[in-house]
């Protein structure tokens, strides 16, 4: 029987797993992770306000690999070799004749002074510093920013930032508390978050407007301070600082067998392959794909990626030619606690929707669409 091994326990490699087994693939799947559990990062805006607690976004995943006949192996990539067959992780090596790296991106942290800035979606603690900082704080100046990867520079993702930027401004409103602080936004660019599209660029800064939020742009940033914001065009204090960096795919790719891109991701085709490797393949934020530059790095992408590539996997299998191809689609609540502002862009189409009072409740029910299988699964 073939081993199918997967790197990774997030979207991408959760939808792999249900598309395998639904393509009817009889084959060992081994999951390697450092746990078994799926933290719904879409929700983290939610966690500051109070709407989500880390209970509610953390769900344990071992009734769902039980169900799909997936093997965990807890453990964390060192390297792979051997031309992608070999997974030494820490706690041993895993060989494999079919391997699907999903095991995500990760902040490039590398700006001074990154250590007095919390990097929102970095998981739940910084969600939850931020809650705390913030029902700590009297009044003072919040700034909130983010960048992209220099040699690769669609590897950001900037839609969750505007989702705190705008929560916050709706959260302090309701406590009657906002007139006591001062929301700064920052970005390198003049147009921030391009790849929404024009139309949703200049809604939003003319939310950022409506709301009072005043707005740093088009300066590179040179370093975080602990209450103050550096760049090339001045700098500005803030009492809390959040930002999200630029993207880069993941830390064991160094000394891997496995080609990469300038901006550090796993090397990827239109059919989620790794070019020049037998049966290697990549989905999610990890790898680096043909399309266009305004493909995201989103949850929703990598679940296109996995589709595609889970059914390229059983095709070969099965001896048929590996043909699937993935689809650049973006689809974008940005939600600001009450309302949300929606945009969907695909090669024919973007899309921009006005803050509508029913988008924030769509995207609450997409939520408990999206993990009601892991949910049941654990019982």
């Known amino acids: 029987m073939a081993r199918i091994v997967v790197l990774g326990s997030g979207f991408a490699a959760l939808t792999a797993i249900r ?45 769902f690999f039980a169900r799909h006949r997936a093997t965990w192996h807890q453990g964390t990539v060192q390297r792979v070799t051997d031309g992608g067959r070999r997974v030494i992780t820490d706690t041993g090596e895993i060989g ?15 700006l001074p002074g990154i250590e007095h800035a919390l990097v929102p979606c970095d998981g739940l603690p910084p969600a939850l510093a931020i809650r705390d900082r913030l029902d700590a704080m009297a009044g003072g100046s919040i700034a909130l920013g983010f960048a992209s990867n220099p040699a690769e520079p669609g590897a950001v993702r900037g839609g969750p930032m505007f989702e705190f930027l705008f929560g916050l401004d709706t959260l302090l409103r309701r406590q ?39 707005t740093h742009l088009g300066h590179k940033l040179v370093r975080f301070e602990e209450r103050q914001v550096v760049t090339e065009g001045g700098a500005f204090d803030a009492d809390m600082i959040l930002f999200l960096p630029g993207l880069t795919g993941p830390a064991w790719l160094e000394g891997s067998d496995l080609p990469r891109s300038p901006g550090g991701f796993v090397q990827a085709d239109a059919t989620c392959r790794v070019p020049g490797l037998e049966r290697v393949w990549v989905a999610g934020d990890g790898g680096s794909y043909p399309g266009p530059d305004w493909m995201p790095k989103q949850a929703h992408q990598a679940d296109l990626q996995a589709v595609t590539a889970a059914r390229n996997i059983a095709a070969e299998l099965a001896g048929r030619r590996a043909t699937a191809r993935f689809r650049s689609e973006l689809i974008c609540i940005v939600d600001t606690l009450d309302a949300g502002m929606m945009v969907f862009r695909n090669p024919w189409l973007n899309l921009t929707l006005p803050r509508l009072r029913a988008l924030h409740w769509a995207k609450r029910g997409f939520e408990r669409h999206y993990l009601r299988e892991y949910r049941s699964a654990a019982g």
């Open 19 to 63: 598309t395998l087994r639904r393509q009817g693939v009889d084959a060992e799947i081994v999951v390697v992770s450092p746990r078994d559990t799926l933290t719904y990062l879409p929700s983290l805006i939610w966690v500051p306000p109070g709407l989500r607690s880390a209970a509610d976004l953390t769900l344990p995943l071992a009734g």
């Open 96 to 110: 494999n004749d079919v391997l699907l790296v999903a095991s995500g991106g990760r902040f490039l942290k590398r």
């Open 176 to 214: 009657k508390r906002r007139d006591s602080f001062e929301l700064v936004f920052f970005n390198p660019s003049q147009q921030p978050g391009q790849r929404l599209g024009p139309r949703a660029v200049t809604g939003l800064l003319a939310e950022m407007r409506r709301c009072g939020i005043r």
